[in-house]
């Protein structure tokens, strides 16, 4: 399906094309890339709609969606931010010892959804992600970029994982807060 030398024409690119316009025909690939049975499929699939489709950002993100392996939706969510598409914002308050920071992307298709870390006595004392429907804004926080915000949490992160406590399930798609550049390579 992905092959190197093929042109971007035939059904498989008007099929990508049509996603663009028609919900009913992206919902149908979601169904399709997650019925396929390995990763190695669902990888080519992805490869294939690289490099067929004009605008590949919609079925990349709906692929994301449906992805049940992390390392799979990581490469997913580094393609989609190799094409600067995916929106990360940062806000953090607080010293070392004592803060909080949440950590908000929003990728194509997709509701944001937000990293939220507290902390105090250099521990943390509550993770975990929230949805666009869960998140709360109280107090505007001052935007801060995202390599401070990383750079605060890394330790903390760290020490928590050490200390035998486990971090919430989905917590590796916001790992391209702390990548210093994107993957790349399939």
Not at 71 to 84: D, Q, V
């Amino acid at each position: 399906m992905a092959g190197t030398d093929r042109a971007r024409s035939g059904p498989f690119a008007s099929l990508l094309d049509q996603v663009l316009r028609d919900d009913e025909a992206l919902e149908a690939l979601a169904f399709a890339y997650s019925e396929l049975d390995d990763a190695e499929g669902r990888s080519a699939l992805a490869q294939a709609v690289l490099q067929d489709a004009a605008d590949p950002i919609p079925a990349l993100s709906i692929m994301l969606a449906v992805e049940p392996t992390p390392s799979l939706r990581h490469r997913l969510a580094a393609w989609i931010g190799l094409r600067g598409r995916v929106e990360r914002v940062a806000q953090l308050e607080g010293t070392d010892a004592e803060g909080s920071a949440r950590l908000i992307q929003r990728l194509p298709g997709l509701e944001p959804e937000a990293l939220t870390v507290v902390w105090k006595d250099h521990d943390i004392e509550q993770i975990e992600i929230e949805s666009a429907n869960g998140m709360s804004f109280v107090d505007p926080i001052e935007v801060s970029s995202a390599e401070v915000a990383a750079e605060r949490l890394t330790p903390l992160l760290w020490r928590h994982i050490r200390s035998g406590r486990g971090l919430p399930e989905g917590i590796d798609r916001f790992a391209p807060f702390f990548a210093p550049t994107p993957a790349t390579d399939p």
